[in-house]
């Protein structure tokens, strides 16, 4: 489960953040307020590789843009630093990538559930990333084995859970075969 650390009458913002000692776990600031959540399981980290693999043929071995996994920094505002399981970022957005984080918006964001955090990325993470206008944020569940593929529209995520094919809505139109990940 994540935990929330308040800094006194101030926001973390990235300063603050880059300050924090490694410790293993995983740090991010949303609206000011610190998270940690403790390192994912080995199964979460596999899920996350085969579905960066298929990405990353796709999109990176191409030269259409970066498939990045974490742990990365994405500083979305002043006050939101974040660390998505997987991060997006086509050729036409390359322009955010900066030596020692992400600094905008990306292509599309990909978040992986754990039984500790699952309510952070359904939730906190979820209203994030749409008040910043991420154009498509998938949400996997390695348990139900299903991706909740959301697209950015009117101010709005909107869409629905796939459980066998996913292709990106925007270009690159990149896939991902869905039993080749469980």
């Known amino acids: 489960m994540s935990t ?54 796709q999109i990176e071995l191409q030269g259409l843009g970066k498939v990045i996994d974490a742990p990365v920094d994405l500083q979305l505002s002043a006050h939101d630093i974040v660390q998505p399981d997987l991060v997006i970022v086509t050729s036409k957005r390359k322009h955010i990538l900066t030596p020692t984080k992400i600094k905008g918006i990306p292509d599309l964001v990909i978040e992986i559930l754990s039984p500790s955090n699952s309510d952070h990325d359904l939730k906190t993470k979820r209203k994030l990333y749409e008040s910043a206008g991420v154009p498509e944020y998938w949400i996997v569940s390695p348990d139900e084995h299903y991706v909740l593929q959301l697209v950015y529209a009117d101010g709005q995520y909107s869409g629905k859970p796939e459980s066998e094919l996913i292709t990106m809505k925007l270009p690159p139109h990149a896939g991902v075969d869905l039993s080749q990940v469980w």
């Open 4 to 57: 929330i650390e308040k800094r006194p009458s101030t926001l973390w913002d990235y300063e603050a953040y880059a300050a924090i000692p490694f410790d293993g776990k995983r740090h991010e600031i949303i609206e000011g307020e610190h998270f940690v959540n403790p390192a994912p399981n080995l199964y979460h980290q596999e899920v996350s590789r085969h579905i960066q693999f298929q990405l990353y043929t």
